[in-house]
């Protein structure tokens, strides 16, 4: 359904989105959008460095029991 949509589709698609929701409304949110974008990834980058900077190494934490069992 989605593969037939070409060109004038979308043209069609975008002016009745920017009729019903006018362009100040679509512009705050394609911003929100931007803000929410550049929040994750500085999410991602912090966490990726946390973890770069951990300086605790992994530890075994399987019982002794269940070692003996291997």
């Known amino acids: 359904m989605l593969n037939n949509i070409g060109l004038p589709g979308l043209l069609l698609i975008a002016v009745v989105v920017l009729v019903l929701f006018g362009r100040g409304k679509i512009s705050s949110l394609m911003g929100e959008v931007g803000k929410g974008i550049t929040a994750f990834k500085k999410g991602v980058k912090?966490?990726?460095?946390?973890?770069?900077?951990?300086?605790?190494?992994?530890?075994?934490?399987?019982?002794?029991?269940?070692?003996?069992?291997?």
């Open 46 to 70: 912090d966490s990726s460095e946390e973890i770069e900077n951990t300086s605790t190494p992994v530890r075994d934490v399987t019982p002794q029991a269940e070692k003996d069992k291997v």
